[in-house]
């Protein structure tokens, strides 16, 4: 049983230094404000979340804490995301299309009724 618990650790593990991989390289690579807080809120969430349940096979932390910090997390995450690309948006910071050319902008058609 502990070589099960050992690979599906690992397992967890290399999917979530995986998906850490992912955000950053999304974060690096992509080309405004808006496109990179969505690869570093969707796949840092989900690789810190594997992370997470790798922590109660691989250390015998209560499951109970895992599961709070999970739900914690998933509620948080996108709450951050939102309130920095609100400000962002706030703030001026424009948009960019292919090619680095501005693209539209359908909010400020429906904020200024």
Do not use: C, Q
């Not at 808006?34 to 109660?56: C, D, K, N, Q, W």
């Not at 109970?64 to 998933?74: A, E, M």
């Not at 910071?93 to 902008?105: C, M, R, T």
């Amino acid at each position: 049983m502990t070589v099960v618990l050992e690979i599906l650790t690992a397992v967890l593990v290399v999917a979530g230094t995986f998906f850490s991989y992912v955000a950053v390289s999304g974060y690096v690579r992509l080309p405004d404000v808006y496109s990179r807080l969505h690869a570093a809120g969707m796949a840092a969430t989900f690789s810190i979340v594997l992370l997470l349940l790798s922590t109660p096979l691989l250390l015998g932390v209560s499951v109970v804490k895992v599961v709070v910090l999970v739900v914690f997390l998933l509620i948080i995450a996108p709450v951050g995301s939102h309130a920095i690309s609100s400000a962002a948006y706030r703030m001026g910071v424009a948009l960019k299309g292919k090619g680095g050319n501005p693209a539209p902008d359908a909010l400020s058609e429906t904020e200024s009724r």
